[in-house]
């Protein structure tokens, strides 16, 4: 008998039903719960996984994001999934794609109907300045090639008793669309914008689609606080990004390059 809920479920028929035709590029994995679907897809690529294998997970146990920070989720309130990327020996290097990878979900919500999809340097997605996502690229290198397991987290209707929980401002889909699809459909349409993406990165890296970034900027042209483990504060006017997906800073003493690593960007 089927166990009742008040949310809708994943469901790989339906993800992959969703796809279309793009359901050949994808080995999607339902869980209930997990540690951590990009740790779930780690151990998956160690073994062999195909690029395109996707985990996506109800409840992650121990979620993580840039710099250590946990990744809260509760059953029906976020979506949460790790995709795959096998890049072929003596590609591009991977530089600004936690970058591309921000611009194509900002316009796959966006033709969901989302309106007010800002990017925050280097990897959150933003409505008003709240945080509704956020982006973790982990790579490893095989035999001469290169791998990338795509972490993307966001949240979709917020309780407001875990809300209460994340020390940051936050935001949810319910806010930035009049009608929130469902989770399955949701991620079916992530998961094509991606792969279309993905696919132009390959071709053209970072460069392709700097401008598509630059567009949902959200920080252009305001004063930053740039953080770092070990060092002291970098203050400076955003500027945008270049074609490797460092932040330009326009400081004192002229534009400096911050490459993303183990940085926080934060306002002034």
Known sequence: MAVKTDFDQLDALLIRAALGAKARRFHIEVLDACES?????????????????????????????????????????????????????????????????????????????????????????????????????????????????????????????????????????????????????ILARLLARLDTALSAFVRAGFAGCVEAWLARHAYAGRAVRILADGVPPVEGCCHGVDADGALLLETGTGIRRILSGEVSLRKA
């Open 37 to 185: 679907t990009s740790t779930r897809l780690l151990d998956l690529a160690q073994a062999g996984a195909p690029s395109g294998s996707v985990v996506v997970c109800e409840r992650q146990t121990a979620g993580r994001g840039r710099r250590g920070r946990a990744w809260l989720s509760a059953p029906g309130a976020s979506l949460t999934f790790s995709l795959l990327k096998r890049f072929a020996p003596g590609a591009r290097p991977l530089a600004g794609l936690s970058l591309a990878v921000g611009a194509a979900v900002a316009h796959a919500l966006e033709d969901m109907g989302a309106t007010g999809i800002g990017l925050k340097w280097p990897n959150d997605i933003l409505v008003a300045d709240a945080k509704l996502g956020g982006i973790l690229v982990e790579t490893i290198t095989e035999r001469g090639a290169q791998l990338a397991v795509i972490g993307i987290g966001l949240n979709v209707r917020l309780p407001k008793e875990l809300a209460a929980t994340i020390p940051a401002e936050t935001a949810d889909l319910l806010s930035a669309m009049p009608a929130v699809p469902s989770r399955n459909l």
